[in-house]
């Protein structure tokens, strides 16, 4: 009756674990492979310049851009839901519609990005004449300016207003008739 109980004894006293070894000698490398330790990386640091002017410093105000291109003018004006109208007003001004109209717009656009640097939009509303070339240089004036070549040569440029609206000029409004 107690000869199965000592069978079964002797069989678990001779338990074979090389095969259970030879399975963790293998996954423990791949998971330690899989495993990942550290993330490296580097922390962004400054050195205080020395500034050669102090200027106002740049305003929180958002202003969106129209760029109007109608008959032999190129007008950029702004709106904006947090700067008065009077200033809105001072800020526009118009170009000939000329092969220097591109390089006007890019130094306007510049000095407003400079003054309102949160500022990112612009709404294109074109006369049915625009030529698309015209309106593709045009477009690439106002999203970005080139800078001088970096020490290494390589181009660089600075974004101006890179994000762009088409929209139609709303119509003109009609004289009322003379009764």
Do not use: C
Request: charged content about 20%; cysteine-free.
């Amino acid at each position: 009756m107690f000869e199965r109980y000592h069978a079964a004894r002797e069989q678990a006293g001779a338990l074979d674990l090389i095969p259970i070894m030879n399975l963790m000698v293998t996954l423990i490398p791949f998971l330690m492979l899989g495993a990942a330790f550290y993330h490296v990386g580097v922390i962004p640091a400054s050195v205080p310049t020395q500034v050669e002017r102090l200027g106002e410093p740049p305003s929180d105000e958002v202003i969106t851009v129209n760029l109007e291109v109608r008959g032999p003018t190129v007008r950029l004006s702004a709106q904006s839901a947090t700067v008065d109208a009077e200033t809105l007003a001072s800020l526009a001004f118009e170009v000939p519609r000329d092969e220097g109209a591109a390089a006007a717009l890019t130094v306007g656009l510049a000095r407003w990005k400079a003054r309102y640097p949160r500022s990112d939009t612009v709404v294109v509303l074109p006369d049915d004449d625009v030529r698309y070339a015209e309106l593709v240089a045009l477009l690439d004036a106002a999203r970005e300016e080139a800078l001088p070549p970096g020490a290494d040569g390589a181009p660089r440029v600075r974004p101006l207003f890179p994000v762009t609206v088409f929209s139609q000029r709303p119509a003109e409004p009609a004289e009322p008739e003379a009764p």
